[in-house]
């Protein structure tokens, strides 16, 4: 099937990311939701979609389980089947990919895919603790490692290995609050400058708090279609081309190297072979940036750049708007947000926009090919996805 | 696609249920899985197992979220894409939809699909909690109602509107538990009597402990394949020939009648077209005894007879072993057990040894064409699947 549209996104929705007060998670979905049946004239979503995917990673937030149904009846489609997938902060990474697979079946022809989480309400120390469980609990929780923690011993490896700086991270936030500052919805629209950062306090050394994605509320739902039917309704369609995922182990202690993910390696293999892409023909890219060294690892595993040359190419501006390929023109999980649940499926929106010419101050001229690259945890799941513009 | 295998389960396995002291979920799934792997001597586990679909409710008990990947490695199928899915007591029910659809989907052609929860090591309260999650924060859990007490609003309905009795109730658990004494697997191997359940402590008005399904530790497993190559497998696969799912609100409050399930009978639809079977084709059938009420009205709504005669149904014995339609012939969850996660994949496990020949001493003769009707919550999310024996 290689190369062969897999699936076919006819269009996108996003809440607004940020501090969403006195809504559930379900009231957020549907403004997402709402947004992207509003912006697809022909699709009657009652009548035209068929089911819901849904990534959520935590019941955690709002002691509530059992999310996806209660989704479907806030988005009026009762009586359609409902899943949440959860891979922590790839869940609606790996909800799409249920999602393709679902419409590849034949059983569906339309159906719908998101994510959202609710985080800001609760104190940070819950929110760290929640975040925390996508670790490992006998050798990582229960010995009180954090994420930030985690993607602090990666930086340190990553300096140690490759030369790697704190500066060179510094600008990966620069850089990303730079675009957020193009972006609508980004929860912070704001400059930084790498003296900020570096002046940041300290969470983990070497991450400053400029270096950590947000804390965020917010949802992201596409609408996918199979390839033969997408143009009934969207004169521009997306297609999805190549999907990867990938499984490691959920401790980083019992990695051999903590300089890159496997995971990413390995679904980016799976979705450049599948697409017949290469990593060349990327034209822009969302990557998961959860920590500003995970933006750098994940240049290298993508293969943007080789192994250690991910801070030289953020240094030399590369992935900044008219680089060679720009990367989280959203602002990414740093300015955009983080509602983790709702991550995968949003850089899946911004990646749409931007192949249908819609992605307004922040446009990659010309953009044709697309890539999302979303991590769970540490790199315990991995999920890429590659997209192409329809001619 | 009506009749048409869909996907086709080469394999099956089952941990031990009941109280599995000292293991985590992924040493209990491990377990569920070897048996899987080694029942099936054509499958090389490394080789041809090319992703794994795990439904499992929560993370709570184990303060562990994330727990796909780490069943992958546990599993030795590193670095295999491993993804969870959550519909509260349906997780595996609706994981075993996913894997369908990536079976169906030409993109794998042998995957794994299970289920795993681990609960007995937390006190009772706890576990009430945490499965309290299911259902809505806001209007239910909120106010202090936990399951049981939905669930006794319910039969009190079905008791009033059809004059079921308690003693019938007290039925399905008597059948139930005699079931379970010809499972080696299952949690509880002793007969009960009506006279026991009616004399057991009250839960929630009319259900008393006996009416209750039990708190377990357990895992399943199904190795799933196209249906053209599932004889390269064993000589006796089962063909999965319907599959439905629907939901409805999570509340319980907001429905008009509480003496059914639309989501049990929207599910039963879907999977009875596709597969072009009718009950009155069903041989046999696992469906979600949660409580002894939910049997009843799982008989009513999957059509094993008129609504409101699901009372008669059991007090005529049609539903035990030698009658016209044997219902939990593994002992049901409440016999058997009902780790959460696991309950939608274990009874695929016992249609699959009952369509096999190999359910020992409560095998149903000639049974041909099975049927497993697994319930999320009060009913927000139902899953049905029909399975049919290769000839």
Known sequence: MKGKPLASIVSVGLSKFG??????????????????????????PKRDVKAL?????????????????????????????????????????????????????????????????KMTHRA??????????????????WHGITFPAIFGLMATAHMHKYGTTEEQMAMVAVKNHHHGCLNPKAQ???????????????VAWPLKLFDCSLISDGASCLVVTRPDTARRFTDTPVDIVGTGQASETIGLYERDDMTFMQVARSAA????????????????????????????????????????????????????????????????????????????????CEIYLQLTGQAGRRQVEDACTGLTHNIGGSGATGVVHIYQRRD
């Not at 009231?27 to 004239?41: K, L, N, Q």
């Not at 704001?190 to 300290?202: F, G, L, N, Y």
């Not at 293969?303 to 680089?323: D, M, N, R, S, V």
């Open 188 to 202: 912070i629209q704001s400059e930084i400058t790498v003296k900020q950062v570096m002046e940041s306090r300290p």
């Open 269 to 348: 293999k799976q979705a450049y072979e599948m697409s017949g892409r290469t990593p060349r023909g990327i034209d822009v890219a969302e990557v998961h940036d959860c920590f500003t060294i995970a933006e750098i690892i994940a240049y290298e595993d993508l293969g943007f750049c080789a192994p250690g040359e991910g801070g030289k190419l953020i240094e030399e501006e590369e992935t900044q708007l008219g680089g060679r390929i720009p990367v989280n023109t959203s602002g990414g999980l740093k300015s955009k947000g983080h509602p983790v649940g709702a991550t995968g499926t949003a850089q899946a």
């Open 53 to 117: 995917f849904v990534g959520q990673m935590s019941e955690s937030f709002e002691h509530q389980g059992h999310v996806a149904p209660s989704l479907s009846d806030w988005m009026g489609l009762l009586p359609i089947p409902a899943t949440r997938i959860e891979a922590a902060c790839a869940s609606s990474g790996a909800a799409l990919r249920c999602a393709i697979f679902a419409i590849m079946s034949g059983i569906y022809d339309v159906v719908a895919v998101g994510g959202v989480e």
């Open 19 to 44: 501090k969403l007060e006195g809504k559930y998670s379900r009231e957020i979905f549907v403004e997402a939701a709402r947004e992207a049946f509003g912006s697809c004239s022909n699709l009657d």
């Open 124 to 141: 940070t120390s819950d929110v760290t603790e929640y975040l925390a469980m996508a670790s490992d609990f006998p050798m990582e929780q």
